[in-house]
């Protein structure tokens, strides 16, 4: 039984299709997150615009006016704060965030990555897959810690990279598992259903017993 649905945050920096797969998925009275803020750190992000369209509550921080990182998620935590907000969903949101606000919402942060990981942190994931000639490549959804995308992984998607996959058609056959597998680790980090055991996401049996590896369970 859900006693009440986490106060979600999506963090954006552009185009916001994960934000809109969250959106679609939280939707459902039964998810047990509801989208309560959309915010961004660069105002003219797309994305900001189609949650507005939907009726979200949008904020923008921008990073560009303040002087350092510390400023900057100073004026981002007092907006959750604003909000009540008990859960964030950083969707393409291209700042590398401090060791101190991420230690604030250990647990209680989670990224989508377009990549396996640990394979292919940081930046252009598809274009170094490629020149690597790997076969297989993906996405990976994760809680978030200090060190750049790492931490307890709760979800990923593998595709395969066909012989004249360019970086654009790879990148497209990713996103569409990004918006399968975003929704689906929002709904298992907030249902309180999985812990994190050292850098491990598990789960408990249903008869809570012995923990197992977290899968989406099927219906
Ligand atoms: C997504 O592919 C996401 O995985 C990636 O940015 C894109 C955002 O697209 N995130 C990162 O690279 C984070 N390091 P979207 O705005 O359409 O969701």
Request: proline share 6%; aromatic share 6%; hydrophobic share 45%.
């Amino acid at each position: 039984m859900i006693v009440r649905r986490k106060r979600t945050a999506i963090l954006i920096s552009g185009r916001g299709s994960n934000m809109s797969s969250l959106i679609a998925a939280a939707r459902s009275p039964d998810f047990p997150a509801e989208i309560a803020l959309v915010l961004s750190n660069r105002p003219d992000a797309p994305g900001l615009a189609t949650a507005k369209s939907q009726g979200l509550a949008t904020a923008a921080v921008d990073h560009k006016i303040y002087a350092g990182r510390e400023a900057f998620e100073g004026s981002l935590q007092a907006m959750l704060d604003a909000h009540y907000i008990d859960f964030i969903c950083l969707a393409g949101f291209m700042r590398l965030l401090t060791a101190s606000f991420v230690e604030r919402w250990r647990g209680r942060m989670i990224n989508i990555h377009p990549a396996i990981l640990p394979s292919y942190k940081g930046l252009h994931t598809h274009e170094r897959a490629l020149a690597d000639g790997v076969k297989i490549h993906g996405c990976t959804v994760h809680f978030v810690v200090p060190e750049m995308d790492s931490g307890p992984i709760i979800a990923q998607s593998a595709v395969p990279v066909l012989d004249y996959d360019t970086p654009d058609t790879l990148g497209a056959r990713v996103l569409a598992q990004e918006h399968i597998i975003y929704p689906l680790a929002l709904e298992l980090a907030t249902s309180e259903r999985v812990w994190i055991d050292g850098n491990r996401v598990v789960g408990a049996a249903k008869d809570g017993g012995e923990r197992r590896l977290v899968v989406p369970e099927p219906d």
